[in-house]
RNA sequence: GCCGACAUAGCUCAAUCGGCAGAGCAUCCGCCUUGUAAGCGGAAGGUUACGAGUUCAAUUCUCGUUGUCGGCUCCA
């Protein structure tokens, strides 16, 4: 796999859909709207509309309202827009709904689908519409958001007035601006399926109440629908929750707690080479390592402005003596304590220091996901403290990083983003102080854009010290994530007082830039999982060759082969195990070892070995010697091939 | 945190209407001495997540707690 350029239109307001590079080609995806994203997206709206696939959507997820109304008829449905790989529809229902509902809904489902009924498009006054949906409250709510000049359905503001349409097929009519199929024979009745019941706050506010979401999924055929549930399986194989206990990575164990996740010997193998990794790196590129303690004084916490603005998020303190003390959510304080220990001169500029910090963050329960969101967490992190005429190579060399990660990675779907502050979080979410964030702002788009690097912008997604360039990946099942991230903080280096003496002798403060091109332990070796399928190049892999012998009259030769190939550096271990060699092979598959060293009398007569590569290939009677030589070179160089 | 579902041996999963908790794999012990994804036999393994309640009787029904999963909200 070639490691691409993400390309992206830059700032074109094209958030509804993601770029994805895959198997060579580019393609499209569609997901979601979150609330927040929902405001930038009309322009592809519009594109996604234009597709069949669509309006197939849109109009089984008014085919299932109808079905859903006939069964609640003093139920109150609210929006059902068409999603990535189906739809949803919200409904404010008299009770819960259970699967068996689920199963009673998507029968009925067909056979309105089965009665050919058109979708019937009527253009309304917000008179008439409030007359038709008298008894609908979220309707009404909607009817008046368009009518005072536009709030979408997601509560956001729209450029222009729309008109106010509604559509009707059957028993069913819906506020909606379409469009739709002409006839429900145009859906399937074997290419669409009721996925799941979830809850889902009104308008994606948890302040707001919560409604019962159906999420469904609909295709032009029933061979796409197969092939989609198909994949759903796959992906279900790729979940690094599966893999993580199937190749001994990592556990969670309820006495521990949630979220903390324990690791095992594999996971700490692993962890030890991105270290290392990080490590040589970063020295090259001119960070120095400390070490910082994992709790600290309330007073640093205030000072840094955590916990005005990061409270949520953290442990509640200890108290010893009088004194409250906070478990760390950052290493940025301490970093800070440390710029400012002593006098810095320009010519000491920039001034990096990393550390792999352990952070805890009081996630909230239902927000866990594996490695991937967790309580306990390593970053790879650093400070680089510089004056603003630096700013640009240091954020660059930031994004340098990135791109060598990415390319010994091979990891080519995913796509930077600005997350930028919003105006109304100021003073709440993101320090208070807005033409700095729109410098800040400016800054990383320059810096960005000269360097030619795409990215899409979102609004409301900083950290509540600046701006930054976020990674984001997505899982297995399709859950998106930051990855790594890049940060400008120009909003705490005056409240530590960190200064440095410039050129003409006067003091300036320095910007700081938080980084963690590696994320953290935790999401990079729960991502990589999923990257890999579990199948590790074999400088990650946490066991690289397998020595097998094939009666244990060969036992000995084959313990000396696994203890010589260990004298080189090499993770190895022989199967000495009562079970015949099939079963032998068939275990270090499943633990996806790179290389089986099969060893049998001919080979021991020999004095030789012969090979069985992960990918079921084979090569009879080499010398060890040569193997040897083999895997440290592919080791030495983080190979991807093995 | 919110809505919903789920929790049975180390792992993957059974158990009819409330009536003695079962299989495969892994483990241990034998036998087999084997050529590139599971050789055969035997043994052991359980307070059915935890705590209450209903019942002659609870894995099964009810309530609570903990955890996991699907979403929402939130995020490295």
């Not at 970063?282 to 709790?295: D, W």
């Not at 990675?409 to 709440?428: A, E, P």
């Not at 007569?605 to 440290?632: C, M, P, T």
């Amino acid at each position: 796999m070639e490691p691409r350029e993400i390309k992206l239109p830059s700032r074109c307001g094209w958030e509804f859909f993601i770029w994805m590079m895959e198997n060579g080609q580019w393609s499209v995806a569609y997901r979601p709207l979150r609330r927040k994203e929902a405001k930038m997206s009309q322009q592809i709206q519009e594109r996604y509309e234009d597709t069949q696939l669509y309006k197939i959507r849109h109009s089984t997820a008014h085919v299932m309202a109808q079905a859903v109304m006939e069964m609640f008829p003093d139920g109150k449905p609210t929006i059902g827009p068409p999603v990535e790989n189906g739809f949803y529809y919200d409904f404010d229902l008299p009770r819960n709904l259970t699967p068996e509902d689920l199963e009673a809904i998507e029968k009925r489902m067909r056979q309105i689908v089965q009665g050919k009924h058109e979708f019937k498009k009527t253009v309304i006054s917000a008179e008439e519409a409030k007359k038709i949906f008298a008894n609908q409250p979220y309707k009404l709510e909607l009817i008046e958001g368009l009518e005072k000049g536009g709030m979408d359905e997601y509560g956001n503001p729209l450029k222009e007035k729309p008109e106010i349409s509604i559509y009707q097929q059957d028993t069913f009519t819906d506020l909606c601006r379409g469009p739709h199929v002409q006839t429900t024979k145009e859906i399937k009745q074997d290419a669409f399926k009721l996925m799941s019941i979830a809850g889902a706050y009104w308008r994606g506010d948890e302040n707001n109440k919560m409604l019962q979401r159906i999420y469904g999924t609909a295709w032009e055929s029933k061979d796409q629908l197969k092939e989609y549930l198909n994949q759903l399986e796959e992906a279900k194989k790729r979940d690094h929750r599966k893999l993580g206990k199937d190749l001994e990575i990592f556990i969670f164990d309820e006495e521990v707690g949630p979220g903390l996740p324990l690791w095992l010997p594999n996971g700490g193998i692993i962890i030890e080479e991105l270290e290392k990794l990080a490590k040589e790196l970063e020295e090259k590129a001119g960070y120095s390592r400390v070490r910082t303690p994992n709790i600290t004084k309330e007073d640093l916490f205030l000072r840094s402005g955590h916990l005005p603005y990061y409270a949520e998020s953290m442990y509640p303190p200890m108290e010893l003596e009088g004194v409250k003390y906070y478990i760390k959510p950052m290493n940025c304080p301490m970093h800070h304590k440390i710029f400012g220990a002593k006098g810095r001169s320009y010519r000491d500029l920039p001034i990096r220091l990393a550390e792999y910090g352990t952070c805890y963050r009081y996630e909230k329960s239902g927000e866990l996901f594996g490695l991937m969101r967790v309580r306990s967490m390593q970053m790879n992190d650093a400070h680089i403290y510089c004056g603003e005429d630096q700013f640009e190579q240091e954020f660059m060399g930031v994004i340098d990083l990135y791109k060598k990660y990415f390319d010994l990675f091979g990891i080519d779907k995913y796509v930077m983003r600005l997350s930028l502050h919003s105006k109304q979080g100021l003073g709440k979410k993101y320090v208070d102080n807005e033409p700095l964030w729109v410098k800040t702002e400016d800054m990383v788009r320059r810096a960005m854009n000269n360097g030619g690097v795409p990215y899409v912008e979102r609004e409301d997604e900083a950290a509540f010290y600046g701006p930054k360039i976020d990674v984001q990946i997505w899982s297995a099942i399709g859950r998106e994530f930051s990855l790594a991230t890049n940060q400008v903080d120009f909003a705490v280096p005056p409240r530590f007082d960190l200064k440095f003496t410039n050129k003409e002798g006067v003091d300036e403060i320095p910007l700081c830039i938080h980084r963690a091109p590696l994320s953290t332990h935790e999401r990079m070796v729960g991502f990589l999982l999923e990257h890999y399928a579990g199948n590790f190049p074999v400088w990650l892999s946490p066991e690289q060759v397998r020595v097998i012998s094939i009666t244990d009259a060969q036992n000995e030769y084959v313990e000396k082969i696994a203890a010589e190939l260990r004298e080189n550096g090499i993770r190895a271990h022989a199967d000495l195990s009562a079970s015949r060699m099939n079963a032998k092979i068939r275990q270090a598959q499943l633990m996806k070892v790179p290389y089986m060293v099969v060893v049998g009398d001919n080979e021991m007569q020999a004095g030789q070995v012969s090979l069985r590569v992960r990918d079921g290939s084979q090569e009879n009677n080499i010398s060890l010697a040569d193997f040897i030589v083999r895997v440290k070179d592919r080791i030495s160089r983080r190979a991807s091939e093995l």
